[in-house]
Antibody, heavy 120, light 107 residues
Framework: AVQLVESGGGLVQPKESLKISCAASGFTFSNAAMYWVRQAPGKGLEWVARIRTKPNNYATYYADSVKGRFTISRDDSKSMVYLQMDNLKTEDTAMYYC???????????WGQGTLVTVSS | DIQMTQSPASLSASLEEIVTITCQASQDIGNWLSWYQQKPGKSPQLLIYGATSLADGVPSRFSGSRSGTQYSLKISRLQVEDIGIYYCLQAYSAPWTFGGGTKLELK
């Protein structure tokens, strides 16, 4: 069965950094584009970042709200995807979900999420 | 950026009733549209991909349709387990964008 397990969330102060991780299993990780999606408390879903596969040069894409501050990366040898978050702001407080894309770039698989809280 | 306008924002319906939720895209996105259900405290789940295809394991009372740049999710006979928040997502071009969500409650 497909599993995505996020980790690394926690409480940080504004302007600090945090790196969250996602461990994947149950599918051919190296063939899948991977994503991070977040959800602020009581709010809707927001796409954050995307990383494509090796044949697509591991191309990355970001939401405007995080561009220049967040970096998505992957390690195919470990079936891991990461999100490095720098210069964090209070508005980055959210549950962060790792997702894997499927047909028509739909998000067929989701992790349980890791909570990031940015507060002084 | 492509905007996804989802309506209604909230909806109260009775068991066995037909429910329809719509998303209007600000430009052509073809069939790069998917629908998700999220229950309280849980991760979202894929219902429909490619605008009209049912995801694995999803009950057949769920269906998706497209008319130009308007997309619809239909629940043919509402069940208790269908209560939650529904989102559409366009994945035609970055940045991917979700609709604002529809909170579905029982009347």
């Amino acid at each position: 069965a497909v599993q995505l397990v996020e980790s690394g969330g926690g409480l940080v102060q504004p302007k600090e950094s945090l790196k969250i991780s996602c461990a994947a299993s149950g599918f051919t990780f190296s063939n899948a584009a991977m994503y991070w999606v977040r959800q602020a408390p009581g709010k809707g879903l927001e796409w954050v970042a995307r990383i494509r596969t090796k044949p697509n040069n591991y191309a990355t894409y970001y939401a405007d709200s995080v561009k220049g501050r967040f970096t998505i990366s992957r390690d195919d040898s470990k079936s891991m995807v990461y999100l490095q978050m720098d210069n964090l702001k209070t508005e980055d407080t959210a549950m962060y979900y790792c997702t894997a894309s499927s047909r028509y770039n739909s998000f067929a698989y989701w992790g349980q999420g890791t909570l990031v809280t940015v507060s002084s | 950026d492509i905007q996804m306008t989802q309506s209604p924002a909230s909806l109260s319906a009775s068991l066995e009733e037909i429910v329809t939720i719509t998303c209007q895209a600000s430009q052509d996105i073809g069939n790069w549209l998917s629908w998700y259900q999220q229950k309280p405290g849980k991760s979202p789940q894929l219902l429909i991909y490619g605008a009209t295809s049912l995801a694995d394991g999803v009950p057949s009372r769920f269906s998706g349709s497209r008319s130009g740049t308007q997309y619809s999710l239909k629940i043919s006979r509402l069940q208790v387990e269908d209560i939650g928040i529904y989102y559409c997502l366009q994945a035609y071009s970055a940045p991917w964008t979700f609709g604002g969500g529809t909170k579905l409650e029982l009347k």
